[in-house]
T-cell receptor
Framework: AQSVTQPDIHITVSEGASLELRCNYS??????LFWYVQSPGQGLQLLLK??????LVQGIKGFEAEFKRSQSSFNLRKPSVHWSDAAEYFC???????????FGTGTRLTVIP | NAGVTQTPKFQVLKTGQSMTLQCAQD?????MSWYRQDPGMGLRLIHY???????DQGEVPNGYNVSRSTTEDFPLRLLSAAPSQTSVYFC??????????????FGAGSRLTVL
């Protein structure tokens, strides 16, 4: 069965510091992987996605993620966090040939000055 | 383009009442879906549709009905609301019915409280 684990419920970082949000997935085949961001009171916005090819993918707002098949991970990174990055971040996995996504429980990011 | 539009944004119901959450998209997307978001549980799929006249159950379908009479609209019906259905509901759509390679476009959400 598909599942996504985001082990960090809440992370606090200082503005300008680097960020890594962890995501581990369980899936029987090669998955499609996504990171979405949700600002308070808003819907979800796609940050980046991995379907195939280069395992390091670039997204919007300076985010990147690396797919590591051996570790079943798809961690999200940003070298320098901005105050506007404070939000909740969701990792999701999807199947080839289907649009349904399985989401992790989310990681809330707080950015302090 | 308006994208995915959900109404209402907020709703309070009493136990046993019925209501419909509306979802409309103007992108001619074939695939539409409903998720619920609960604290500590992420988003869970309720129902989805791969085209007009076709619907199927997701992970947590009990207590909800859907229909897809047009490409644009995908309403979610609660026939007899229960406190366990207090949640934030998101509608999402995607261009192709079964590609998987297409990104979901989400609505802004509907917050439902059942007393």
């Amino acid at each position: 069965a598909q599942s996504v684990t985001q082990p960090d419920i809440h992370i606090t970082v200082s503005e300008g510091a680097s960020l890594e949000l962890r995501c581990n997935y369980s899936y029987g085949a090669t998955p499609y992987l996504f990171w979405y961001v949700q600002s308070p009171g808003q819907g979800l916005q796609l940050l980046l996605k991995y379907f195939s090819g280069d395992t390091l993918v670039q997204g919007i707002k300076g985010f990147e993620a690396e797919f590591k098949r051996s570790q079943s991970s798809f961690n999200l990174r940003k070298p320098s966090v901005h105050w506007s990055d404070a939000a909740e971040y969701f990792c999701a996995v999807g199947a080839r040939g289907a649009n349904n996504l399985f989401f992790g429980t989310g990681t809330r990011l707080t950015v302090i000055p | 383009n308006a994208g995915v539009t959900q109404t209402p944004k907020f709703q309070v119901l009493k136990t046993g009442q019925s209501m419909t959450l509306q979802c409309a998209q103007d992108m001619n997307h074939e695939y539409m879906s409903w998720y619920r978001q609960d604290p500590g549980m992420g988003l869970r799929l309720i129902h989805y549709s791969v085209g007009a006249g076709i619907t199927d159950q997701g992970e947590v379908p009990n207590g909800y009905n859907v229909s897809r009479s047009t490409t644009e609209d995908f309403p979610l019906r609660l026939l007899s609301a229960a406190p366990s259905q207090t949640s934030v509901y998101f509608c999402a759509s995607s261009r192709d019915r079964v590609s998987g390679a297409n990104v979901l476009t989400f609505g802004a959400g509907s917050r439902l409280t059942v007393l």
